[in-house]
Structures are given as structure tokens and as C-alpha cells.
């Protein structure tokens, strides 16, 4: 049984990691953290877990996460950076969700971030955890950077036009909207539900931190350098991303729909609706699953992918748990078999 540790479990992310590992058959939660809940309950906390878990929280020591074959940092960014280089010194595996290892360069994340990053040379020797595109590379890797809820859904709909060079790398663009449990469970006063019930509103529109991550993924994609101009925006929902992508075509259009579906054929957690259904958040809601469509509305130049997935599972845990089963040597799908809530 591998062992499991879990640093931050108090955030929304950390109970998801909870939720979908109470039903893996090949691993256990031994330790979970939290300074500002140590000595409480897990099911205290979560009522949702009674039963399923006799887990306290405890303060983060290496030693005891250490002895983890595979800790999970669910943390704001500055967490992990500081803590992963004695975790791997000690001999565990680490999957980080927060945003302290996606970013190759480290003046490019210190700039969006705001301060220096405190194990750079690390930063060469993550994967990027997105296994449509580096489940080689992750099954190998001592340290995986978990992707970010709105990079995931912008890459899986891009990939098949970048690596095939079918669409002009300098103009993409991509309007995405996220439910507001993408903002984290911290108090926040424009997450409040009356402030966006009835809403719908940009954000981050002069610059993202999402933003050099999606590029730097897209880039690696194509294998050339990429733009795009990244437009987020809150819903009115607790779950769910949805992403529209649109890009101008360098020559005549193939039949995209055939190219979609055969390259997303063997991946287990991408579904490509049938050519004229379009994507919803509720259907991907609580599983690890990504929906896409693609189109080019009235045969011109411009191709359009709509893609939908639940920014806490295939967009963070869901993703994250998926990165360890390809870690670990396991079942890829292990503790993964949610179907989406409806309604």
C-alpha cells in the first residue's frame, strides 16, 4: 500500500485529494497537515469524510512526510519550494499543486510572483504534470508540478492544432471562465455568493499569473514560440472551467473533428464530443474528465475549441492523483472513477 502525506489539507484542493483517495484500492493517507487545524479532526473539519478517515491534522515535519512514499503539497505558492528539497534529500516522491515549480525560468516566476524562488535548481529537474503530453517523463520523475486549473483546459484544446502546425502560433487566443472555488477558500470578498450570483465578469485581463505557464506549455507544444492573449473570467458556479480557444488556420482546414478524436482516442480522461455537441461544466462536474469540441463556424479561417472540466479535479487533485498512479507504477485510473454530477 503506498503511503500518502499531504501538506495543507485544510484548502479545497486538500479535501479533494481526500475525497478521491478514500477510494483508491493501493494507497492510504498516514499524515496530513495544517498549522492553523493542528490537533483537530479531519472528519471535524470535513464532515463529508466520516468514516473514511481517522486522519488529525498535524504541523508539517520533514521527518514524518519524509517517510511518505509521495507527499501532495495542496498550498498557496512559497510553501513547497521551501520544503520539497529536504522531502526528496529524505527519499519521497512529491506532487506539488501549487504554482512553485510549473515555470522553468526563475526569474519569469519571481517576476509574476512577486519574490525570489527559494530552490531554483529544482526548477530544471520538475515535470510538468500533464500526462496527455509527459506521462513518460512523469512516470520518472522524482518531483512533478501539478498544471494549473485554466493552463490544463488551454492545452488540451490547443495540443492537436499546435503539434500538427496547424494554426498561426502568434495569435491564439483564449476566453476561459472558472466557478469561484478557483479562487481558493480563503475569505474574499468578491467571492462572496452576493457578490457573484447574477455575475459574470473579466479578470486578470492586463496579466494572469496563469498566463507564462500556459505559454511556456503551448510553446513546448508547438515547438516554437507561442502568444496568446488569455482572458479569464469569473461564473456564478462552484465548479467548473470552461475555455473557448480560437486560432486562425495556416491553410486549408482538415477534418479537424477526425484529427481530435484520434488523437485523444487512447487517453482515458479526454472525451471529444461528437462534431456539433458542445461542452458543459455540470457534465464533467466532480470527475477527472475534460470535454472538447472543435469547430469552424461558418467554414472560414478561424477554428474554435470548447473545452470543459472541473477545475478541482481534472484541473488540480483529480490531475494530481492521476500524475502519482503514472509515479508510482499504478493503474492510472485508480481512485479516478468518478462519473459527473448531474443534475
Not at 167 to 183: E, K, Y
Not at 306 to 312: A, E, G, H, R, S
Request: proline share 5%; glycine share 10%.
Amino acid at each position: 500500500m503506498v503511503k500518502v502525506g499531504i501538506v495543507g489539507g485544510t484548502g479545497y484542493t486538500g479535501v479533494e485529494l481526500l475525497r478521491l483517495l478514500a477510494t483508491h484500492d493501493e494507497a492510504e493517507v498516514v499524515v496530513i497537515t495544517s498549522r492553523a487545524e493542528c490537533g483537530r479532526r479531519v472528519d471535524d473539519l470535513f464532515p463529508n469524510l466520516r468514516g473514511y478517515y481517522d486522519l488529525i491534522f498535524q504541523e508539517p515535519d520533514v521527518g514524518t512526510l519524509g517517510a511518505c512514499d509521495i507527499v501532495f503539497f495542496a498550498t498557496p505558492h512559497n510553501v513547497a519550494m521551501n520544503l520539497v528539497p529536504e522531502l526528496l534529500a529524505a527519499g519521497a516522491r512529491v506532487v506539488d499543486l501549487s504554482a512553485d515549480y510549473r515555470i522553468r525560468d526563475a526569474g519569469l516566476w519571481s517576476q509574476w510572483y512577486g519574490e525570489a524562488h527559494a530552490s531554483p535548481e529544482l526548477l530544471a529537474e520538475a515535470v510538468y504534470g500533464l500526462p496527455e503530453l509527459n506521462r513518460e517523463k512523469i512516470a520518472a520523475a522524482r518531483l512533478v508540478a501539478c498544471p494549473g486549473c485554466y493552463p490544463t483546459s488551454v492545452q488540451l484544446g490547443f495540443m492537436p492544432l499546435l503539434a500538427r502546425g496547424l494554426v498561426d502560433t502568434q495569435h491564439l487566443i483564449a476566453s476561459s471562465a472558472s466557478g469561484v472555488s478557483g479562487a481558493g477558500r480563503q475569505a474574499n470578498i468578491d467571492n462572496l455568493l452576493s457578490e457573484t450570483a447574477d455575475s459574470f465578469k473579466a479578470y486578470g485581463v492586463n496579466g494572469h499569473r496563469h498566463l507564462p505557464e500556459i505559454e511556456q506549455g503551448l510553446s513546448d507544444i508547438a515547438a516554437q514560440q507561442a502568444h496568446v492573449t488569455f482572458v479569464p473570467h469569473l461564473l456564478p458556479i462552484v465548479r467548473g472551467i470552461h475555455s473557448t480557444l480560437f486560432a486562425q488556420l495556416r491553410g486549408e482546414a482538415e477534418d479537424l473533428q477526425a484529427l481530435y478524436e484520434d488523437w485523444y482516442a487512447q487517453e482515458p480522461f479526454v472525451d471529444v464530443m461528437p462534431a456539433g455537441i458542445f461542452p458543459q461544466t455540470r457534465t464533467v462536474k466532480g470527475a477527472n474528465r475534460c470535454q472538447i469540441s472543435v469547430a469552424v463556424p461558418q467554414d472560414r479561417s478561424t477554428v474554435v475549441v470548447m473545452v470543459t472540466i472541473d477545475n478541482l479535479v481534472k484541473g488540480a487533485s483529480g490531475q494530481a492523483v492521476q500524475n502519482m498512479n503514472i509515479m508510482l507504477g499504478l493503474n492510472e485510473k485508480a481512485g479516478l472513477h468518478q462519473i459527473g454530477l448531474l443534475p
